[in-house]
């Protein structure tokens, strides 16, 4: 099982079954698309597909599936050891599929992945009225997709009703729609929340008592204003927008699903240039350009662009051996690639590896035109330091490895084969002399520089297509270009290099329709919990519509126009009045927008498990807030540093994280899940991280105050950023004076208590 295909999929095999997927995720489309159905074409389409349907089966459609052939229903979704199809491939039966060959052991894998998880097969998307055809040239309907279209700055909507209400020219465009739909803003949020909200969406942590306070007693027009620049400005904002983005760029420092294990000791420089790019504002255009072909810039720091390749160097690296090679390396490809366009471009490109995309105007030509750029390219470890430095370090290990050398020949041709104890006296002590110099060696050699995980030039190479994604069966040559639905049916050929640069250019063009769009669609999300577009990496027709096609362009042509600046699209978002929306609710807009979609209020949003923890060691006011470095232990008590700074193992993701949703590292992920399950309860009681925050909590209140009433103003503060209630106040003191002491005493129950509650976790 040395196959990445198999290991891959073995991600997939413990999760929960879902018994009807005729509307699959879009993480269950694009493992159909990318991993069943060119299993069907290749090994089953010859008897079961292409109009053909031997023993009555059909496996060209769900409903043919489930309805099966002579022996009944092919498969029970969730089910795949009661699957007919299963059982078949397995040759656990009399009937044997396919018949001349065992399947491999991964295809039959993820065969049983994809039973297990419900069979979810995409649906055409509406408006379509088949899948699109092996080898089509791209139509002008191709061409004509929303996404596709060329950006242009719409008019801006003329307000029929509140016109009052509008603060920012993005708010005319929801405006109208809800007016459209007889829907009405609710009111803004109070000063309380709306300085909660605004603050850990820009840093990613609560506000302190006294920038409450300060905000509370500002009557300025410009006091809100003040606060996002504020924040804007601070060193901490890098560090909760460069985590988002390295949700995308699937950040890890190791590997997993291989024997032997590339590990990544340096790779937190790269976490660090985000964190850095983000505080700096780089323009987008520029992040980019440095992450895909930094090495290849003359211009500016050339330690810090080879850095930002860990956007690539820091992927999977798979264990490989001479009978799955091929298939190894075409796997690192395709991470590369999913990476890159998913990232990028919102599409999912990868889905042409094996045959062309089967919804989206991407050939298998494309595909390979993208690949032969990444084979083209090497991964590279560089030292860092002084020149002299490292040649000390380089020869000193030389010598050392000379000395070894040494040693075991002479323990060979001494001991005649034998080995040591067959060494005479003579030649043992002349062997000792030899080790204590070899001893000696390493004691005096100075200590290995860091790295850089980065990228370097290869030989440029076109690649042949892999018929049906085989490696050993290739095709004609795809040239190395840009996508033909991004750059005319004719893109000019890559020919510096590996092509990198180019790519890199061809992506960050502001005539590119998507780069930009996706960009804001990220943020957007972000700060109100949805994006513009649903799918935020995927903007294909298998991804979801944009619910305001005309603002998400507006935006995105006012980005561009602002030089790429992210924290200029932070303002514009910031300052409108949709954002400062509360989240109350109203009986009759919900009646017709029940998932507001059309934004009539502020979306209630749970923290994400970087912001709860950093939360929880804020108000119990323990927080380390040191930037960057190496990684720590994120399970360790002693860790009081953000979780940013924790390690993220590939291989054995911290406990921590998987329990709150944190995303697989392996892959590149536009969003998170939001799960609600009994063990995320029982670590708030149980945990030792949550009864350290208890105590730590009690321990700063009862210090500083005597009065428990003073205490319970100040934890209010402290953790929900907002004052008490007289009520609260009354509840706190009755639950302080009649609770018993147990293993923590009642002040510590009670902080425990407040920080375990909903509205701790959540942001209005």
């Not at 049983?112 to 009225?129: E, N």
């Not at 990028?344 to 089967?358: N, P, Q, Y």
């Not at 092509?499 to 769009?517: F, S, V, Y």
């Amino acid at each position: 099982m040395k196959a990445p295909a198999l290991l891959t999929v073995a991600a997939f095999l413990g999760i929960v079954p879902v018994l009807w997927a005729e509307s699959p995720s879009a993480a269950d489309a694009d493992f159909f698309e990318k991993q069943v159905r060119p299993l069907l074409v290749e090994h089953c389409y010859r008897c079961h597909g292409n109009g053909k349907t031997k023993g009555g089966l059909s496996l060209t459609s769900r409903p043919s599936i489930l309805k099966g052939g002579a022996s009944g229903p092919a498969i029970k979704p969730g089910d795949p050891s009661g699957s007919l199809l299963i059982q078949a491939v397995r040759y656990e039966g009399e009937t044997r599929m396919p018949p001349k060959k065992k399947l491999p052991d991964h295809a039959i894998a993820i065969l049983t992945a994809w039973v297990q998880r419900g069979a979810p097969w995409p649906a055409v998307p509406s408006g379509s009225d088949a899948l699109r055809s092996t080898g089509a040239a791209i139509s002008a309907e191709e061409r004509a997709f929303w996404a596709f279209q060329p950006l242009a700055d719409p008019p801006l909507p003329a307000p029929r009703s509140h016109a009052d209400w509008v603060r920012k020219p993005l708010d005319r465009f929801i405006l109208a729609k809800l007016e459209a739909r007889g829907l009405h803003p609710v009111r803004p949020a109070d000063k309380y929340a709306l300085l909660r909200r605004v603050t850990f969406d820009l840093i990613g942590l609560p506000p302190t008592p006294e920038e409450i306070a300060a905000f509370q007693s500002d009557d300025s027009p410009t006091a809100y204003e003040k606060v996002v620049d504020r924040l804007l400005a601070s060193p901490h904002y890098g560090e909760r927008w460069g985590r988002y983005w390295l949700d995308v760029a699937r950040y890890g420092e190791d590997q997993a699903h291989t024997f032997q294990a590339r590990l990544f000791p340096y790779g937190y420089r790269y976490r660090d240039w985000v964190v850095q790019a983000f505080n700096d504002d780089m323009p987008y255009d520029r992040f980019i350009i440095e992450q895909i072909a930094g090495d290849l810039l003359t211009d500016g720091d050339p330690v810090a662009h080879r850095v930002a390749l860990g956007f690539f160097a820091l992927g999977p690296h798979y264990y490989q051996d001479g009978a799955a090679r091929k298939l190894v390396e075409a796997t690192e490809l395709d991470d590369r690639i999913d990476t890159l366009t998913r990232g990028f471009l919102a599409l999912t490109v990868s889905c042409a590896r094996c045959h062309d995309h089967k919804f989206d105007p991407i050939s298998q030509s494309d595909y390979y035109s993208l690949a032969g750029v990444f084979q083209s390219t090497q991964y590279k470890e560089i030292p860092l330091g002084p020149p002299d430095v490292i040649e000390r370090y380089n020869k000193s290990q030389k010598d050392i490895r000379d000395c070894e050398a040494k040693i075991k020949q002479f323990i060979k041709r001494e001991g005649k084969g034998q080995g040591v104890n067959n060494l005479s006296d003579q030649a043992k002590q002349k062997l000792a002399n030899m080790r204590r110099e070899l001893a000696q060696l390493k004691k005096n050699a100075p200590p290995a520089p860091s790295l850089i995980h980065t990228l370097s030039e290869g030989q440029p190479v076109n690649m042949r297509i892999y018929l049906r994604g085989n490696p050993d069966k290739e095709g004609e040559v795809a040239p190395r270009r840009f996508l033909r639905i991004l750059a005319g049916d004719n893109p000019p050929l890559f020919t510096q290099g590996s092509g990198r640069l180019e790519l890199a250019r061809a992506i960050a063009d502001p005539k590119n329709p998507l780069t930009a769009r996706v960009l804001v669609n990220r943020i957007w999300q972000h700060h109100f919990g949805r994006g513009i577009v649903g799918t935020p990496s995927n903007f294909g027709k298998l991804g979801e519509r944009p619910t305001h096609p005309e603002l998400l362009d507006h935006l995105a042509t006012r980005f561009i126009a602002s030089g790429w600046s992210i924290k200029a699209l932070h303002r514009e978002i910031l300052l409108s009045a949709t954002y400062r929306m509360s989240c109350d609710h109203d009986a009759h807009n919900t009646a017709i927008d029940p998932d507001n979609r059309l934004l009539w209020r502020m979306n209630r949003r749970r923290l994400d498990v970087e912001a709860w923890r950093d939360a929880l060691l804020a108000a119990s006011g323990e927080l380390d807030e040191r930037l960057g470095g190496p990684p720590a232990e994120i399970s360790s008590l002693a860790n009081k540093r953000r979780t940013l700074y924790g390690k993220i193992s590939r291989h054995n993701l911290d406990s921590l994280l998987r329990l709150f949703d944190f995303p697989d590292p392996n892959i590149t992920s536009g969003t998170r899940p939001v799960t609600i399950v009994p063990l995320q309860q029982l670590f708030v009681l149980n945990s030792e991280f949550m009864v350290a925050r208890a105590r730590s909590l009690a321990a700063k209140l009862t210090t500083e105050e005597k009065d428990d009433a003073v205490r319970i103003r100040k934890a209010f503060l402290r953790v929900f950023g907002r004052p008490a209630r007289e009520r609260e106040i009354q509840m706190g003191l009755a639950f302080l004076h009649t609770v018993e002491k147990t293993v923590l005493s009642p002040w510590e129950q009670y902080a425990q208590v407040l920080l375990s509650t909903n509205e701790f976790a959540f942001v209005d």
